[in-house]
């Protein structure tokens, strides 16, 4: 079974300044990874994912995400955060060949003017 | 394309009423799911059906059904509604569940208040 934790129910942050928010998951097999973002009163949109090769992937708004397999982490980092970048972050995973993709608990980024 | 759509927006019921909840896609994928979302706790799945004509349990089923009507839609009963079932419920669809990124796509959600 898989298991997702996000370490910060909360990060504020000055914009423009950096942020890097936290994910571990467990697994046995061979995941993929998810971050999802939740804007004030929307859905549920994917930021970014990886599914193999490079361990690096980025979002078109300036967010990253690394892959480390050997700590069991997903971290999301982008190195200045604008006011629009206020919403709750999710991290998910979901073994390779499973239905399911299972979810961390959420990080609320906070920006401070 | 709207992708996923969910009616109603926003609803209040009093305890032991019954409703559903509507969801449809118009992305033909062949998977759908419905979650609920309470703070804190992040995303729970409540069911799912893996493709048209099947359903299964999610994490918390009880005191939920779902129908998967055909492929572009999928309902969710309360029959007996209760205070506990005051959440945020999201519906989700992807491709194929299991496929390659697995990669869900989501309504806009329906708040629901149970008094």
């Known amino acids: 079974a898989q298991s997702v934790t996000q370490l910060d129910s909360q990060v504020p942050v000055f914009e423009e300044a950096p942020v890097e928010l936290r994910c571990n998951y467990s697994?046995?097999?061979?995941?993929?990874l998810f971050w999802y973002v939740q804007y004030p009163n929307q859905g549920l949109q994917l930021l970014l994912k990886y599914l193999s090769g490079s361990t690096l992937v980025e979002s078109i708004n300036g967010f990253e995400a690394e892959f480390n397999k050997s700590q069991t982490s997903f971290h999301l980092r982008k190195p200045s955060v604008h006011i629009s970048d206020t919403a709750e972050y999710f991290c998910a995973v979901s073994a390779r060949g499973n239905y399911q993709l299972i979810w961390g608990a959420g990080t609320k980024l906070i920006i401070k003017p | 394309n709207a992708g996923v759509t969910q009616t109603p927006k926003f609803q209040v019921l009093k305890t032991g009423q019954s409703m559903t909840l509507q969801c449809a896609q118009d992305m033909n994928h062949n998977s759908m799911y419905w979650y609920r979302q309470d703070p804190g706790m992040g995303l729970r799945l409540i069911y799912y059906s893996a493709s048209e004509g099947t359903t299964d349990k999610g994490e918390v089923p009880n005191g939920y059904n779902v129908s998967r009507l055909n492929k572009r839609e999928f309902s969710l009963r309360l029959e007996s509604a209760a205070p506990s079932q005051t959440s945020v419920y999201f519906c989700?669809?992807?491709?194929?569940?299991?496929?390659?990124?697995?990669?869900?796509?989501f309504g806009p959600g329906t708040r629901l208040t149970v008094l």
């Open positions: 989700a669809s992807s491709v194929l569940a299991g496929g390659p990124g697995n990669e869900q796509f």
């Open positions: 697994s046995s097999v061979s995941v993929y």
